[in-house]
């Protein structure tokens, strides 16, 4: 089991940066690999990026790729989503999500893949 927590949304400009940070509760965070979705107004929840276990693989969206970067500090329990040049379609809810992967170089992508969801970071890019 493990409880997730999202911070760092607001409000920004187009071409502004955001680093939004995911806290985890538990004793086995290492254990996870770990990932980002968002869901903007009238869409569907999507995927943006992913991180294994050890940190070592990653994967993003074509749409955040070379924009954003996922990280992990598996000491401080904690994932990361740095966003630079944030444009108007970037706004969204942000959630992180954790999936039990047996594997410390899996990446997961897919939404029903995770097991566990923290309740949303709001990200507003205003033109």
């Known amino acids: 089991q493990v409880q997730l927590v999202e911070s760092g949304g607001g409000l920004v400009q187009v071409g502004g940066s955001l680093r939004l940070s995911c806290a985890a509760s538990g004793r086995t965070f290492s254990r996870y690999a770990m990932g980002w979705f968002r869901q903007g107004p009238g869409k569907e929840r999507e995927f943006v990026a992913a991180?294994?276990?050890?940190?070592?693989?990653?994967y993003y969206a074509d749409s955040v790729k070379g924009r954003f970067t996922i990280s992990r500090d598996n000491a401080k329990n904690t994932v990361y989503l740095h966003m630079n040049s944030l444009k108007p379609e970037d706004t969204a809810v942000y959630y992180c999500?954790?999936?039990?992967?047996?594997?410390?170089?899996?990446?997961?992508?897919?939404?029903?893949?995770?097991?566990?969801w923290g309740q949303g970071t709001q990200v507003t890019v205003s033109s």
């Open positions: 999500a954790a999936d039990r992967a047996m594997s410390t170089i899996v990446v997961v992508t897919t939404v029903n893949e995770y097991d566990y």
């Open positions: 991180i294994s276990r050890s940190g070592g693989s990653t």
